[in-house]
């Protein structure tokens, strides 16, 4: 490769593109851009994925339960796994205006939570299972 000096100045104009003026493109309303489709609200992990609002109102937004349902939800229907292919977009689609709801009525709270602590279960099981059999394949 040869280096360029001030006398090869003029040949490189020749090889430039020529200047076009810039266009704008429209992608959408700037709000939806910036903040998504989930109305301002996220999960702190990738743009695709939806919080878990419910486990949020029965749990805490912070809590260690909630944080493992999401983790464990998002990694299920990642994997293909049937009930997370059929529970996700069904969350996604009703989920926000459930938790809303729940944040105004506590008293139905008791007819969700013995479904999420069943989902947290499951949870801790599949999770138990992958790092036995992860210490299984770290030792061979």
Not at 32 to 39: D, E, F
Not at 84 to 111: E, N
Request: glycine content about 8%.
């Amino acid at each position: 490769m040869k280096l360029q000096t001030g006398s090869d100045k003029n040949s490189l104009n020749s090889i430039k593109k020529a200047y076009s003026e810039p266009r704008v493109a429209y992608y959408g309303h700037v709000a939806k851009i910036t903040r998504g489709s989930s109305r301002g609200q996220t999960d702190g992990m990738s743009g695709t994925s939806k919080a878990c609002w419910i486990a949020e109102v029965l749990y805490g937004i912070e809590a260690p339960r909630t944080q493992l349902v999401r983790a464990w939800l998002k990694g299920s229907y990642e994997r293909g796994d049937l009930t997370a292919r059929v529970v996700v977009p069904l969350y996604s689609r009703f989920g926000m205006a459930l938790a809303a709801f729940l944040r105004r009525r506590p008293t139905f709270q008791a007819i969700f939570r013995p479904l999420f602590d069943l989902a947290i279960k499951r949870a801790h099981r599949e999770y138990a299972e992958w790092l036995v059999l992860a210490s299984h394949f770290s030792e061979a």
